[in-house]
T-cell receptor, first 112, second 113 residues
Framework: GQSLEQPSEVTAVEGAIVQINCTYQTSGFYGLSWYQQHDGGAPTFLSYNALDGLEETGRFSSFLSRSDSYGYLLLQELQMKDSASYFC?????????????FGKGTTLSVSS | NAGVTQTPKFQVLKTGQSMTLQCAQDMNHNSMYWYRQDPGMGLRLIYYSASEGTTDKGEVPNGYNVSRLNKREFSLRLESAAPSQTSVYFCASMLEVTGNTQYFGPGTRLTVL
């Protein structure tokens, strides 16, 4: 089966840098994705890593180490609007196809 | 281009009642998904459809049925609602089942009394 572990909560102050870790177990790895969800809203795609290394998109970066079954999301120059839940996700496969399986999410609280 | 739409936005049911949650996407995506989200549990996959004409069970399919009506529409049916099905339901779509970017609808908040 598949499982993902990420911290339940992280707190930080405006302007700081925060890292949200994700470890996964999966049979057949197709890449690690990150999604952001504000309170009351829908999840939105942030980034995707299929290969080892760092992917940068503005203030957000995502890292993957396939040998360690580990990845992280790095948020820099934190802003109040970054307060949200962040989910890592992996593609899971079965005989019928593949689907994204999500972790339980990390709630990030940014204070001034 | 509306993306992924869901109806209704809110619903209250009594135990034993049935209802269908509707989902439609206008992005010409092949794959569609139904998730439920409960506090502290993240997003759990109920059913998905890799392409028109196919459906498959996810992590928590019991008590639900789905229909992939056509390429655009994917509905979720609760035949006999139970309080344990109180949740927020999200529909999502993805260009291909082998993709990595899912687009989510706004969600349906369902309460079963």
């Amino acid at each position: 089966g598949q499982s993902l572990e990420q911290p339940s909560e992280v707190t930080a102050v405006e302007g700081a840098i925060v890292q949200i870790n994700c470890t996964y177990q999966t049979s057949g790895f197709y890449g690690l994705s990150w999604y952001q969800q504000h309170d009351g809203g829908a999840p939105t795609f942030l980034s995707y890593n299929a290969l080892d290394g760092l992917e940068e998109t503005g203030r957000f970066s995502s890292f993957l180490s396939r040998s360690d079954s580990y990845g992280y999301l790095l948020l820099q120059e934190l802003q109040m609007k970054d307060s949200a839940s962040y989910f890592c996700a992996v593609r899971a496969s079965n005989q019928a196809g593949t689907a994204l399986i999500f972790g339980k999410g990390t709630t990030l609280s940014v204070s001034s | 281009n509306a993306g992924v739409t869901q109806t209704p936005k809110f619903q209250v049911l009594k135990t034993g009642q049935s209802m269908t949650l509707q989902c439609a996407q206008d992005m010409n995506h092949n794959s569609m998904y139904w998730y439920r989200q409960d506090p502290g549990m993240g997003l759990r996959l109920i059913y998905y459809s890799a392409s028109e004409g196919t459906t498959d069970k996810g992590e928590v399919p019991n008590g639900y049925n789905v229909s992939r009506l056509n390429k655009r529409e994917f509905s979720l049916r609760l035949e006999s609602a139970a309080p344990s099905q109180t949740s927020v339901y999200f529909c999502a779509s993805m260009l291909e089942v082998t993709g990595n970017t899912q687009y989510f609808g706004p969600g349906t908040r369902l309460t079963v009394l």
